[in-house]
């Protein structure tokens, strides 16, 4: 584990580094590799959930060295109103997707209820294929079994992290790293994007 940046706000609130900045890049350089030579001739869109996903979607789609299109939705939280898993979109895609590839870039996948949805609603579009490329796999609170998860960031621990896109109320977001928050919020806390 690396040291925790003193300079940045509220650094006091977190308990340590998870993951560096440099390992984060290195990491999602790799990821863009990979993405670059499996879609080389395809026509991809690259979807990601509002609002946490859109650092690791502005550094991965930089980093390919193939063309795609970028495009957003964003859903209610499932937790609050509707336990049963059940979420509501708020944004839809701009993009018409039938016909070509999607990858659904996700910044952290930990129930799996989210990103469930998600391709429920983008296999009704009829699109050529759909492929989840994640930053970081909380693999011990999982609740969906089966997700196409092609491409993994990082497999972490059952954390509360921040940073990176990830928030805990709507704080954190801005950090270059990711790090494990002091306080472990309720797990209502947990919103998606
Ligand atoms: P799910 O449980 O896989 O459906 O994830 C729901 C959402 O909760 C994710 O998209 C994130 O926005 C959020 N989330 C889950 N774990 C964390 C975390 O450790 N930090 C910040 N947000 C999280």
Redesign the pocket.
């Known amino acids: 584990m690396s040291s925790l940046p003193v300079t940045r706000p509220a650094a006091d609130e977190l308990k340590e580094v998870l993951l560096s900045e440099e390992q984060v890049r290195a990491r999602v350089a790799e990821l863009a590799a990979d993405i670059s030579r499996d879609y080389t001739g395809r026509d991809l869109v690259l979807v990601t959930?509002l609002r946490?996903g859109i650092f690791f979607l502005a550094d991965l789609s930089r980093a390919l060295t193939i063309p795609a299109a970028l495009d957003f939705m964003a859903i209610t939280s499932y937790t609050a109103d509707s336990p049963s898993g059940v979420a509501r979109l708020l944004k839809d895609l701009d993009e018409e997707i039938t016909g070509r590839h999607v990858l659904l870039v996700?910044?952290?996948?930990?129930?799996?209820?989210?990103?469930a949805y998600l391709l429920r609603v983008l296999h009704t579009r009829n699109p050529a294929s759909v492929a989840i490329c994640t930053l970081l796999d909380?693999t011990a609170?999982r609740i969906v079994p089966t997700l196409p998860i092609r491409y993994r960031g990082f497999e972490i621990p059952d954390?509360?992290?921040?940073g990176y896109g990830?928030?805990?109320r709507q704080q954190y977001r801005h950090l270059p790293y990711i790090a494990v928050l002091k306080e472990e919020p309720e797990t209502s806390l947990?919103?998606?994007?």
């Open positions: 959930v946490g996700e910044d952290i996948i930990d129930t799996g209820l989210t990103a909380k609170r954390a509360f992290v921040v990830l928030d805990f947990s919103l998606p994007g």
